[in-house]
Every structure is written in structure tokens, then in C-alpha cells.
């Protein structure tokens, strides 16, 4: 499994002297020194005044250690967090077009009507083993299609397919680009965004990561009219070039965040920027039809271990209340949760 450099800084290597090592090494050559040079005097001998130099040296030493570091900035704690990025992080490889073409089959057999969303993302894997890529180089997506399609499950599932962790963001939720990028310092709230929190957790360096509905985000502003609307927030992000070396508000150093697999789902273009659309044109999706949904009730059935004549159960109700409000997912599963509950619910005597 490839590794990359994540944080743009560099650490002291482990078991480096600490400042009370450097002191005292500092004392006990001064007191050598003086030896050598007059065999009468005492090695123990050191003044007040020599105490205070080396002090100096000690403080200035360290502060060239942290300017050359790139995290001089920092607290202990947030050095604490950023340890995580000490040896790299890992990439989760595609190896083969083979595994490609798997991938994009699973995707295609457990949710047939994202057949759009899921051909770009085999030819975005394809492309990148030809290219011999570490790792797999996904366009951002924007998902557009009516809500309880299953777009955000579709992410999961790809996050599930290549080996690395989902994070979902909720735009209606989290409305700010703090939630993304992080907020600076000096905040009672201060923190790193998902993105980066994402990438710490798990130390893998190409997460999925779904901001879900982003078109419901609106755009916040401070009281001096400062705008942090999360579209705003992801340009830098969503652009290759840009995110490579992207500046974290909140740690005030540069991560490699150009492998991030972003999904951006949405009901509806309105309030999105056309700098944004740029980067992420829209991939159009139906809405489910009766087959999608009863397909679906089968797998998910098959999948929770429920019986036959329990999700058979489920397909008949769907083919006899079957209105454009039952093309959602969301229905179908409070169905299958429904006949879970009552297989699994305790014999009274």
C-alpha cells in the first residue's frame, strides 16, 4: 500500500533532545571546556551569567527547530494531533482495470439507476491505473436527482468497494465551510474540518467524503459581511491544482488533500454558484421506477437474512400502493424494518 506526505511540515525525528537534554549538554561541555583549559577549576563551576547564556542558545536553538518545521505556530496539543502525519498516510490502490471493471459492476448490480454516476467513476478508475496513478484519481461528483434515490448510499457504497471510510456531511445541518474546512484559530469553536479530521482518524489519504443536499447550504456571513458559505468553501478544494497545497484554517499548514473522493449530492441547481458547477458538472439521475424498487427490497432483504416470504411481503405491498410518493428508498427500507422488528420481537407468555 503507497504512502504519501500528507502535512506539508517536517517533524524531529523520535528521541530527538528535548530542551533539558540540550541544556544540560550545553553546562556539561562549557564545564569541560573550562577544564581543559585550567585543570584547577571546578567542572560544577557554572555561573548565574552562564546559566542565562546558554538559556538563550536553548530558546534560540528551538525556535530555528520549529521555524525549519513548519509547525512553530502550534501548540502542544495541536502538535499532538498532527503526529498522525508523521509517517505519511496511506493511499488505497487500485491495482488493476480488472478491479476497476469489478468495482463499477457491484455498483451497477446493487443500484442500477445510478448507472450515469457509476460509468464515470469506472472510467475515472480505469484511467488512473493506465496513467499508473498510486491511487485512484475520481473527479468530484455532483449527484443531482430527486430526493430518497439512494444517492448517499451510493457513496457509501463506493467508499465500501475501494477500502476506505465514508464521512457524510449534512449541507442543511452544517451550512458553514467550518464544516469542511475547519475554522481559524481564536474561535470558541475552533477546530479542523471533516476533510482534514477525516484524513486523521483514519489515516488514509483518499476518503469519500458526501456533503449531502448542498444546494440547501445558503451562504452565512459575520457581522462585518464576511461570507463562509460552504460552496465557496470546496472551490479550493475541488480543483486539483489547488488542493494539492491547500492552507487548513485551523492548523495553519498545508495538507495534499488532491485524493479526497468528493460526492456532492443534490435535489435541484438552484443557489449553486457557476464556479462550482465548473468543477462538478452534474450527473443526472432518474427517478426509481417499480422494478428499481422491488430489485431493491430483494437485495437489501438478502442482505439483512430475512425470509423470503417476509421481502416477497414487501414487493406485494409496493405493487399495490405503488404512487410517484413510493419512488424513495427511504419507504422501502421502513418496510424491511418493519418485518425485521417483527421477527425479532420477544414470544410473550
Request: proline share 7%.
Amino acid at each position: 500500500m503507497p504512502k504519501i506526505r500528507f502535512a506539508d511540515v517536517n517533524f524531529r525525528r523520535l528521541g530527538a533532545p528535548d530542551r533539558h537534554d540540550v541544556e544540560g549538554r550545553l553546562k556539561k561541555f562549557l564545564a569541560n571546556f573550562r577544564a581543559e583549559r585550567d585543570p584547577t577549576r571546578s567542572l560544577r563551576h557554572v555561573s548565574a551569567e552562564d546559566r542565562d547564556k546558554i538559556e538563550r542558545r536553548v530558546v534560540s536553538y528551538f525556535a530555528a527547530v520549529d521555524r525549519e518545521s513548519g509547525m512553530g505556530h502550534l501548540d502542544r496539543k495541536d502538535r499532538e494531533k498532527m503526529e498522525a502525519f508523521r509517517s505519511g498516510v496511506d493511499l488505497i490502490e487500485i491495482k488493476s482495470e480488472h478491479q476497476a471493471d469489478e468495482i463499477a459492476s457491484a455498483l451497477q448490480a446493487e443500484m442500477p439507476w445510478m448507472a450515469a454516476a457509476t460509468e464515470r467513476v469506472w472510467h475515472d478508475l480505469r484511467s488512473s491505473v493506465r496513467r499508473g496513478e498510486p491511487g485512484p484519481r475520481i473527479s468530484p461528483l455532483l449527484l443531482l436527482g430527486p430526493p430518497g434515490i439512494g444517492k448517499s448510499h451510493w457513496a457509501r457504497l463506493l467508499g465500501g468497494q475501494i477500502g476506505v471510510p465514508t464521512t457524510i456531511i449534512e449541507a442543511t445541518s452544517e451550512p458553514a465551510s467550518f464544516a469542511v474546512s475547519g475554522s481559524q484559530r481564536g474561535w470558541s469553536s475552533a477546530e479542523p474540518g471533516n476533510a482534514v479530521r477525516s484524513v486523521m482518524a483514519s489515516r488514509i489519504a483518499n476518503p469519500v467524503i458526501v456533503v449531502d443536499e448542498i444546494e440547501k447550504a445558503g451562504s452565512p456571513h459575520s457581522i462585518s459581511g464576511h461570507s463562509y458559505a460552504l460552496v465557496e468553501g470546496l472551490l479550493p478544494l475541488l480543483e486539483r491544482s489547488t488542493a494539492q497545497s491547500w492552507a487548513c484554517p485551523y492548523f495553519r499548514v498545508k495538507f495534499d488533500m488532491s485524493w479526497i473522493i468528493w460526492v456532492l449530492t443534490a435535489n435541484s441547481l438552484r443557489g449553486l454558484s457557476p464556479p462550482f458547477l465548473n468543477r462538478c458538472p452534474p450527473i443526472k439521475l432518474p427517478c426509481l421506477s417499480l422494478e428499481h424498487l422491488k430489485g431493491f427490497a430483494a437485495r437489501e432483504g438478502a442482505r439483512r437474512g430475512l425470509p423470503l416470504d417476509g421481502v416477497e411481503a414487501v414487493q406485494e405491498v409496493i405493487d399495490a400502493i405503488w404512487q410517484p410518493q413510493l419512488q424513495n428508498l427511504r419507504n422501502v427500507i421502513r418496510l424491511l424494518d418493519a418485518i425485521e422488528v417483527t421477527l425479532h420481537q420477544p414470544v410473550l407468555h
